[in-house]
Nanobody, 123 residues
Framework: QVQLVESGGGLVQTGGSLRLSCAASGRTFSSYGMAWFRQAPGKKREVAAVIDQSEYTYYADPVKGRFTIFRDNAKNTMYLQMNSLKPEDTAVYYC?????????????????WGQGTQVTVSS
């Protein structure tokens, strides 16, 4: 069982930066593949970035080159550094954990979810 708690969301102007954190409970954090998903108002939840157990990463096209996903297994924490933010990045951001291996891009592949943190980018 893994419990995930996101933090770091907020209101930022276009072009600004935010860093999201996802703190995980448990002693086997390194054995989980992790991801950030986001859901904008009226839209389906979509993957933003993925990091697997070997720290291979994947980025969705809309965030590629602007967002960086990384993890600190010693701190049981995953991060999403978001730079050059745009109004279209406005969404609730969720962290997710999966006991399966590989780069997993579908939300149904993830067993555990955080409660979400709101990111709002003003124009």
């Amino acid at each position: 069982q893994v419990q995930l708690v996101e933090s770091g969301g907020g209101l930022v102007q276009t072009g600004g930066s935010l860093r999201l954190s996802c703190a995980a409970s448990g002693r086997t954090f390194s054995s989980y593949g992790m991801a950030w998903f986001r859901q904008a108002p009226g839209k389906k939840r979509e993957v933003a970035a993925v990091i697997d157990q070997s720290e291979y990463t994947y980025y969705a096209d809309p965030v590629k080159g602007r967002f960086t996903i990384f993890r600190d297994n010693a701190k049981n924490t995953m991060y999403l550094q978001m730079n050059s933010l745009k109004p279209e990045d406005t969404a609730v951001y969720y962290c997710a954990a999966s006991s399966s291996t590989g780069i997993l891009k579908l939300d149904r592949s993830y067993n555990y979810w955080g409660q979400g943190t709101q990111v709002t980018v003003s124009s």
